[in-house]
């Protein structure tokens, strides 16, 4: 890529199991396929310290308070906002699996304020799109492995997916609502084909946090 082109910051939102990981997988293995430098990440990142707390959470084998669980996945981001940067102005589109709007979404689906959840989000990297995969809970529930971390239960989603539509409608000029329920190889041709346009769009525009 030329000098002065960046990276795309591209983020899959929505509940649990509904196809980010698949999804970002399948973009990644496009770009790269046309030669655009991408790389994959994911939120929580479970291999650092704060990580690695987060995951004893998740599996329920540690229990923390509400407020504290939210500010380490807030703070899990905050640690690996320097090296995204560089790579963001390095020329490499990042796809990454969950980020902020996840933070907000669970924490307020349990209680907490909303926008005391969004607060340590702010000054974070804002997305260039957000590629949020909707669908009904209950549709989600007969997918692999659904009920083994602490968050998936059916009415607990169905509060999570409430704010992320919340998210969407308030953020609505960066982010792309998708019917999580269609195949797997037409959402990916909708995602691909609304990726294609924006990268080139982006590549010249400066960075922007939320
Ligand atoms: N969390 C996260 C917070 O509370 N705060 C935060 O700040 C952050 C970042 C872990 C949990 O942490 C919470 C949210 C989560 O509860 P995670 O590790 O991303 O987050 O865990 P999950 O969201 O549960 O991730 P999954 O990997 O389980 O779900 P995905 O990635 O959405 O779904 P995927 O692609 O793995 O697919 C699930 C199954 O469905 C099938 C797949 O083959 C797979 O079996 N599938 C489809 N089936 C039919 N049609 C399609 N279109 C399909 N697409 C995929
Ligand atoms: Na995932």
New binding site residues.
């Given amino acids: 890529m030329s000098a002065g082109k960046r990276g795309a910051l591209i983020i ?1 939102e ?12 399948l973009l990644v293995e496009l770009l790269k396929s046309k030669g655009i430098p991408a790389l994959p990440m ?3 990142e ?1 291999s650092s310290s704060i990580g690695q707390v ?1 995951n004893s959470y ?1 599996t329920n084998s540690k229990d923390l308070k509400d407020e504290v ?2 500010l380490m ?2 703070a ?2 905050w640690e690996h906002m320097n090296q995204m940067k560089q790579k963001l102005l390095e020329g490499h589109t990042l796809v990454v ?4 709007f ?6 307020s689906a349990k209680g907490l304020d909303f926008d005391w959840c969004y607060a340590p989000e702010r000054g974070l990297i804002k997305p260039d799109a957000v590629f949020y ?1 909707r669908a009904p809970p209950n549709d ?1 529930t007969n ?4 009920g083994e ?4 239960k059916v009415e607990f989603q169905s509060r ?1 997916a409430k704010v992320f539509d919340r998210l969407c409608a308030n953020e609505a000029s960066y982010w792309h609502q998708f019917d ?5 190889d037409e ?1 990916h041709a909708r995602i691909a084909s609304i990726t294609e346009e924006l990268l080139p769009t982006v590549a010249t525009q400066p960075l922007d946090t939320l």
Avoid at 143 to 146: A, M, P
Avoid at 149 to 152: K, L, N, S
């Fill in positions: 899959f929505g509940c649990d199991r509904s196809g980010k990981t698949t999804q970002s997988r994911n939120f929580p479970r987060i998740l669980i939210h996945f807030s899990n981001r699996d969950r980020y902020s996840s933070g907000v979404a669970y924490s995969l989600l997918r692999g492995q659904y971390e602490r968050y998936e999570v999580a329920s269609q195949p797997v959402l």
